[in-house]
């Protein structure tokens, strides 16, 4: 398998916006640096910590957030019916078998989503800002909807890896049309577990489907097809590229470029801000895991 690799470029603030979008069609991803202001970081940080003290979940709500083949074996409704919802998951080993916490809830959660960019007001203004506008228009995104929202902590010492994978897998359309937006909260490093990618890997087609096991639409999930391999044989390690970022970048990812994060194994947190967007131009498959109810329909940024 060939990929066109490239040395990670960074695009400062004022570059041309024409340059970043042609960066962004060459390579399958973009870091714009300055991309929001410290105060604007830490109103979200403020209010991350104001929900997770209001938070008082039950035993049943303590739900474990993993990727990979686990996850088939792990989703649950839960998982399944927060696409509407601000919802908590937390890290691999955080509950005992009796489903109690073992550390503080602060230190315990894996990541909130998936909704926040339309529930909270905080995250609504932030996420249908003027300037994440214009990061979504440097990938030409067309009619862009925002699907999907999540706020991720990658715990000192215990915030566990993401696999490596291509967001069209997880939020299919046809055409595929899923960009990430990822804006660090705090400095992003190899250390404290930041993004890895294969630069040009996005002119790669996706090979599977994260969707709805038609047997248990409600309750689980499968890959699709079912001969899932292993995505470390798929894409070698030592064709990822760091993403080492400073707090207020963001790093635009196309929905078919392949990435990655290990664990944070450092002293040192990780939160970052991600927010996914769907072409309003594409077809949104019934299967998907993440449903939004008619209610609450996908807007856009105007
Ligand atoms: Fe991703």
Redesign the pocket.
Known sequence: MMYGVRCAARFASGRSHRSSREFFAVNGYAVVENAFSAASLEKLRSRVSLLIDQWQPSSSELAVFQTGADQTQTTDAYFLDSGDKVRFFLEKGAVDSDRRLLRAKADSINKIGHALHDLDPVFRDFSYSPAMKALADITAIEQPLLLQSMYIFKQPLVGGDVTP?Q?NTFIYTEPNSCV?IWVALEAATKENGCLWGIPGSHSQPIETRFVRDPAQPNSRVIFDPSDYRDPDCRWPEDMFQPLEVEAGTAVL?HGNFV?RSYPNLSAKSRHAYTLHLISGKSHYPANNWLQRPPSMPLKSFD
């Open positions: 994978h967001d990430g990812l990435h």
